[in-house]
């Protein structure tokens, strides 16, 4: 079996991430934060490692800027819906993902404002035309670093540096992009920077949450959740400091401790490392997939643009019926349709039928490539 | 009534969260002094919070390493 939904959600994982996860459930357990007794210290040392290891791979100094949440929609929700109210003014692009888009729609019902920024037809975002966007009342930018349907990325630190000019903040959608692709949310202009945990960081689905860029001031945005935090307890207000602010209730201590697991692979092997190696799969995908008849490839076709994620089409074939025969008859599981990113199809004119997503990882091979490569010419030919 | 007497002139820090006194215990092991996390004595917080149980003699050490990482501490007490 050839696995090649990475941007669904990368596998198979570190083997210290199972160990991680295992040795929490079975070792500590307690409640992290809470209770004071060793074992609930200890858990408070399992949040602050995956804490630390997503502040150090984010280069964030402090790591507790770092706050976590579900997953980078939830994250997403937190920065778009706690820092825009009715009258505020938002620039987004076309290549989002629902994640972004269904917050901002939403918030455009209840009287905020919000202007598309159009992409390129190969998914690429214009700094210029950002910036024609922006107006005095514009309080956020929020972007995807990367596309989750053709893998374009984003100069995130001209369009921060944008924002920045404009006074609005800048939201980055990174999950597509943090343990694939350096960031470094300071030189990059990042004001909030919305993670997952179980694709490029290689944890557990339920771990992700929202990076604070340094000069962000977090009373701009609220928190959407208020509750328990282990801290000021003699208070029936919400503490307002990083991270218990937007942290109310149980962490997912179990999922924490393989996120940390999985980061700390990530910088022990490098994200340059990672990287490149994705880069040489995306190179040896499309060099190949250029000389079958019979396919369409999207996006800018640059591997050094884009991630490991790629979208193509058979000419004359429903993704979904080319989905279930590369599931079936070759055993590659990868992902097809609209991927949650209508917005983004419409940019490059694959919506509604939407397209055939193959998405590599830091665990496949040029083996898998070849593999995938070999499956689709014997599909076109027959 | 329990009564735990160090055997030697100790001090506790006090921390926002739990967050941050475990952080102030992973700054102060790797600056090489000799801390333990503790629940906060209640005659100094009605908080649920954990504490950071130090030997004055490092109070001045303590300081140092937290200004250098930026690690704000609410307080640091003598017991």
Excluded at chain 1, 9 to 37: C, Q, Y
Excluded at chain 1, 125 to 147: K, N, Y
Excluded at chain 1, 261 to 266: E, H, I, L, N
Excluded at chain 2, 42 to 71: K, N, P, Q, Y
Aim: hydrophobic share 40%.
């Amino acid at each position: 079996m050839i696995y090649l939904d990475n941007a669904a959600t990368s596998w198979p994982k570190p083997e210290a991430v199972l160990e991680a996860m295992t040795a929490f459930m079975r070792d500590i357990g307690a409640n992290p934060g809470r209770s004071g007794h060793r074992l609930s210290v200890e858990a408070g040392r399992t949040v602050l490692d995956a804490r630390e290891a997503v502040a150090e791979l984010l280069s964030i100094r402090d790591p507790m800027r770092v706050v976590f949440g579900l997953n980078a929609t939830d994250a997403l929700n937190l920065a778009i819906r706690g820092t825009l109210r009715p009258g505020d003014h938002v620039v987004t692009g076309s290549m989002e993902h629902n994640s972004v888009m269904r917050p901002l729609r939403d918030l455009e019902a209840e009287g905020v404002e919000l202007t598309v920024v159009q992409a390129s037809p190969e998914g690429f975002m214009d700094p210029v035309d950002v910036s024609e966007a922006m107006r005095p009342g514009t309080r956020l930018v929020a972007m995807i670093h990367a596309s989750n349907v053709v893998g374009s990325l984003l100069s995130i630190r001209d369009i921060g540096a944008i924002a920045r000019d404009a006074g609005a903040l800048f939201l980055v959608d990174a999950a597509q992009t943090a343990g694939c692709c350096p960031i470094d949310v300071g030189r990059d202009n990042v004001d909030l920077l919305a993670f997952t945990g179980h694709k490029g960081l290689l944890g557990p689905q339920g771990t992700g949450g929202l990076a604070f860029g340094p000069d962000v001031d977090v009373s701009r945005v609220r928190p959407l959740r208020s509750g328990g935090t282990g801290s000021r307890s003699e208070h029936e207000v919400q503490p307002d400091f990083l991270p218990d602010r937007y942290e109310s209730g149980t962490m997912n201590g179990v999922g924490l401790a393989g996120l940390a697991a999985g980061v700390r692979y990530v910088l022990e092997r490098g994200v340059d490392d990672i990287r490149g190696h994705e880069v040489g799969l995306v190179r040896r995908f499309i060099d190949g997939v250029r000389g079958i008849e019979g396919i369409d490839l999207y996006g800018g076709g640059d591997a050094r643009r884009q991630t490991a994620t790629l979208s193509i089409n058979l000419r004359g074939e429903a993704p979904s019926d080319v989905g279930l025969a590369l599931d079936e008859d070759h055993d590659i599981l990868c992902r097809v349709g609209l991927h949650c990113a209508p917005a983004a199809h419409r940019t490059i004119g694959t919506f509604p039928d939407g397209t055939v997503r193959l998405s590599f990882g830091a665990f496949n091979s040029r083996g898998a490539v070849d593999a995938a490569l070999d499956a689709l010419r014997g599909m076109v030919g027959r | 009534m329990i009564r735990r007497k160090p055997t030697e002139p100790t001090g506790v820090a006090l921390f926002h969260s739990t967050s941050l006194a475990i952080r102030g215990e992973r700054i102060a092991r790797k600056g090489g002094l000799k801390v333990k996390l503790v629940p906060t004595p209640r005659h100094l917080s009605s908080d649920c919070g954990t504490a950071l149980r130090f030997r004055m003699e490092d109070i001045d050490a303590l300081r140092a390493l937290f200004r250098a990482s930026s690690l704000e501490c609410d307080d640091m007490i003598p017991l």
